[in-house]
Nanobody, 121 residues
């Protein structure tokens, strides 16, 4: 059974930083693309970033220069380093085995339960 468990969310002030982690199991992590998506209150899912098995990455334009995606294949873990956080980054952040070039849909692929990130003073 594929499992993805996110952690690291919380309340942070504007301009602050957070590092999200996603521990995975049940599949050959090193062979697959893994991604982060988010859903803000009252809005749809949007892609944040993805990283492929060869280490190539994608980061959405709104997060470029502020967010960095990485992976530790030995620990089957995905990371998202977020800095210069803004109130509009407030959302539930999900990790998934879906590619960020597909339409985000929690009914497809495998998704974690999400971790809440709130950016507020």
């Amino acid at each position: 059974e594929v499992q993805l468990v996110e952690s690291g969310g919380g309340l942070v002030q504007p301009g602050g930083s957070l590092r999200l982690s996603c521990v995975t199991s049940g599949f050959t992590f090193s062979s697959f693309v893994v991604s982060w998506a988010r859903q803000a209150p009252g809005k749809g899912l949007e892609w944040v970033a993805g990283i492929w098995s060869d280490g190539s990455t994608y980061v959405a334009d709104a997060m470029k220069g502020r967010f960095t995606i990485s992976r530790d294949n030995a620990k089957s873990t995905l990371f998202l380093q977020m800095s210069s956080l803004k109130p509009e980054d407030t959302a539930v952040y999900y990790c998934t085995t879906e590619s960020p070039f597909n339409t985000p849909n929690r009914d497809l692929g495998s998704w974690g339960q999400g971790t809440q990130v709130t950016v507020s003073s």
